[in-house]
């Protein structure tokens, strides 16, 4: 079988694995790490969304064997370390407008949000609707009001 080293949540970790085994079950299997939701396993609804060097990526679509050991992937559980707080600003957000009903997608919708205000802050542009537009994670209780506006909020402590 197969080694694998790569970083997950500030460490590294190896694992032995088929080089086509989805990372998502990696993740999930191998190291314990439940954060990211298994949905639909082709990259649709986007419930396990992650970062891969500091990018949204989704890990049901990546396999394990893409991974090179300089990758970094930050799940749910890492986000606070990445500001070295108990909860990460978007996190705190999404409590203050307690956006989460069945909470299911939840991980995934933070981490793209965090990813996508990342991305407008790198393009030099400001968090606004038509960026939001570009989150095509979904949310089966609809929850899609508050969670726009959480980012938005998150946004603004980033």
């Given at each position: 079988?197969?080694?694998?080293?790569?970083?997950?949540?500030?460490?590294?970790?190896?694992?032995?694995?088929?080089?086509?085994?989805?990372?998502?079950?990696?993740?999930?299997?191998?190291?314990?790490?439940?954060?990211?939701?298994?949905?639909?396993?082709?990259?649709?609804?986007?419930?396990?969304?992650?970062?891969?060097?500091?990018?949204?990526?989704?890990?049901?679509?990546?396999?394990?064997?893409?991974?090179?050991?300089?990758?970094?992937?930050?799940?749910i559980e890492?986000?606070p370390k990445?500001?070295?707080?108990?909860?990460?600003?978007?996190?705190?957000?999404?409590?203050?407008?307690?956006?989460?009903?069945?909470?299911?997608?939840?991980?995934?919708?933070?981490?793209?949000?965090?990813?996508?205000?990342?991305?407008?802050?790198?393009?030099?542009?400001?968090?606004?609707?038509?960026?939001?537009?570009?989150?095509r994670n979904?949310?089966?209780?609809?929850?899609?009001?508050?969670?726009?506006?959480?980012?938005?909020?998150?946004?603004?402590?980033?």
């Amino acid at each position: 079988m197969p080694t694998h080293t790569f970083k997950v949540n500030g460490e590294t970790v190896t694992v032995e694995a088929d080089d086509n085994e989805r990372l998502l079950w990696v993740l999930r299997d191998l190291l314990g790490i439940r954060g990211p939701k298994y949905g639909c396993g082709i990259n649709v609804c986007k419930a396990c969304t992650s970062h891969i060097n500091g990018r949204a990526f989704n890990p049901c679509a990546v396999p394990v064997g893409a991974l090179s050991p300089d990758d970094e992937v930050t799940t749910i559980e890492g986000l606070p370390k990445t500001v070295g707080k108990d909860l990460h600003p978007m996190q705190e957000a999404w409590l203050e407008h307690d956006v989460a009903q069945c909470g299911y997608c939840q991980p995934g919708q933070i981490m793209a949000a965090v990813a996508k205000v990342n991305q407008a802050r790198r393009e030099g542009r400001e968090i606004d609707d038509a960026l939001l537009d570009e989150i095509r994670n979904v949310c089966r209780c609809g929850t899609y009001y508050r969670i726009r506006q959480a980012i938005k909020a998150g946004a603004e402590k980033m």
